[in-house]
């Protein structure tokens, strides 16, 4: 069945460092992705999102471009700020669109 | 907008007790759904609905029974809480179905003894 995979953490930076977290998936057909974050104590947020092979989204300085060759939603910033510690998700809707399936997370750590 | 709405916020509950947890938008979204969260599996899709009336199951289905008489409304029960059952319970939403952006709701932490 569909699933994601995404880098374990925690992941831990100094600020303006560069982020990339690692999400490779799994599906039938032509999935969207996405990814939301989660800041502490609350629920999540859509972060960015692609629905189709080859688009690149972005939101808050973060992109991710959906690589259909290598199975891939990679995310990154090219300088992370201590507010964007959270937990980050990688997610795929099915080809139905009935269900998002989501990666275990991933917790980001940003020192000042 | 209140958005998507959660009670209560915490929850003990014993063993082979019953309870609903009450999931409430006000953004007239078709698509609702109930996810759990746990330590290192990501949230997982209990049962979701596609419109009034229309209830599904999704990958975590068993002990859990939703039904979906408003747009605005998807309670979900709990028949006999197990610990297993112990977790974060988040409700979500979107226009139409999930190819859309969810909005979730605060979440509820349920804790059965």
């Known amino acids: 069945g569909d699933s994601v995979t995404q880098m374990e953490g925690p992941v831990t930076l100094s600020e303006e460092a560069f982020l990339t977290i690692n999400c490779t998936y799994t599906?039938?057909?032509?999935?969207?992705l996405f990814w939301y974050v989660q800041y502490p104590g609350e629920g999540l947020q859509l972060l960015l999102k692609?629905?189709?092979?080859?688009d690149k989204g972005s939101n808050k300085g973060f992109e991710a471009t959906y690589r259909k060759e290598t199975t891939s939603f990679h995310l990154e910033k090219g300088s992370v700020q201590v507010s964007d510690s959270a937990v980050y998700f990688c997610?795929?809707?099915?080809?139905?669109?009935?269900?998002?399936?989501f990666g275990t997370g991933t917790l980001l750590a940003v020192q000042p | 907008n209140a958005g998507v709405t959660q009670t209560p916020k915490f929850q003990v509950l014993k063993t082979g007790q019953s309870m609903t947890l009450q999931c409430a938008q006000d953004?007239?979204?078709?698509?609702m759904s109930w996810y759990r969260q746990d330590p290192g599996m990501g949230l997982r899709l209990i049962h979701y609905?596609?419109?009034?009336?229309?209830?599904d199951q999704g990958e975590v289905p068993n002990g859990y029974n939703v039904s979906r008489s408003t747009t605005e409304d998807f309670p979900l029960r709990l028949l006999s809480a197990a610990p297993s059952q112990t977790s974060v319970y988040f409700c979500?939403?979107?226009?139409?179905?999930?190819?859309?952006?969810?909005?979730f709701g605060p979440g509820t932490r349920l804790t059965v003894t």
């Open positions: 609905s596609v419109g009034a009336g229309i209830t």
């Open positions: 599906a039938t057909g032509y999935p969207s």
């Open positions: 953004m007239n979204h078709e698509y």
């Open positions: 692609a629905t189709k092979a080859d």
């Open positions: 979500a939403s979107s226009y139409d179905r999930g190819r859309y952006e969810q909005y």
């Open positions: 997610a795929l809707s099915d080809q139905w669109g009935n269900k998002l399936i």
